[in-house]
């Protein structure tokens, strides 16, 4: 099956500080999204982006699809921004009916006052 | 509120009992999904119904019997669990294939 890695694994920044989380995947893709889990384990949907840039407030992300690849910047971090971010992308194949995501190992980012 | 709403949000369950978690969407859409969430595994897919129909069964054991009654509804039943299916559950949907997916609240369930 298709594999996501994510890194860094772990992330510890002081509170304004910028930061670039990536995601890199091994096959064709047709779904990329990254997500927020929140400490109660909601997963938050922060993008929708098989290609291309997208950019909502303080976040960013980035898919260069023929390279296999997505990035998600945080600019300005706040405490709330803590929490582990999860890429996620759906394998691109012409059979009909949806597949399913295939998640990475997420990045635990740890945001200090 | 993401549109997808899962009960219920804790579970405490004995190895020989019977329950069930539910979830429901009220975005429309077509396709829904059973994900767990463990300590030792990163997010994992289990089951996928398109249309109601079953499409994904990811090498699930018989212990977990997912239902699609229609498209806005989605169960998992649960008998003869071990502790190590301790976990959260998780449900989504989509509207197609590669659509984005929506996640509801989780269930977190532990096995005694």
């Known amino acids: 099956g298709i594999q996501v890695e994510q890194s860094p694994p772990d992330l510890i920044l002081q509170e304004g500080a910028n930061s670039t989380l990536r995601c890199n995947f091994s096959?064709?893709?047709?779904?990329l999204q990254w997500f927020h889990q929140n400490p109660w384990g909601q997963l938050i949907n922060l993008f929708y982006?098989?290609?291309g840039t997208k950019q909502n407030g303080r976040l960013s992300a980035t898919t260069v699809a023929t390279e296999r690849y997505s990035l998600l910047y945080i600019s300005s971090s706040q405490t709330t921004d803590s929490g582990v971010y999860f890429c996620?992308?759906?394998?691109?194949?012409?059979?009909?009916?949806?597949?399913?995501?295939?998640f990475g190992k997420g990045t635990h980012l740890i945001i200090q006052p | 509120e993401t549109g997808v709403t899962q009960t219920p949000r804790h579970l405490v369950m004995g190895m020989t009992n019977k329950k069930s978690l539910k979830c429901e969407q009220h975005?429309?859409?077509?396709?829904m999904y059973w994900y767990k969430q463990s300590a030792k595994k990163p997010l994992e897919l289990m089951f996928v119904?398109?249309?109601?129909?079953?499409?994904e069964n990811n090498s699930v054991p018989s212990r977990f019997s997912p239902e699609c009654p229609n498209s806005s509804h989605l169960f998992l039943h649960l008998h003869t669990l071990q502790p190590e299916d301790s976990a959260l559950y998780l449900c989504?949907?989509?509207?197609?294939?590669?659509?984005?997916?929506?996640f509801g609240q989780g269930t977190r369930l532990t096995v005694v």
């Open positions: 989504a949907s989509s509207l197609r294939r590669a659509g984005e997916a929506f």
């Open positions: 096959d064709s893709v047709n779904n």
């Open positions: 982006i098989p290609s």
């Open positions: 996620a992308v759906e394998l691109m194949y012409s059979g009909g009916g949806a597949d399913g995501l295939t």
């Open positions: 975005l429309g859409h077509n396709a």
């Open positions: 119904y398109n249309f109601k129909e079953q499409t």
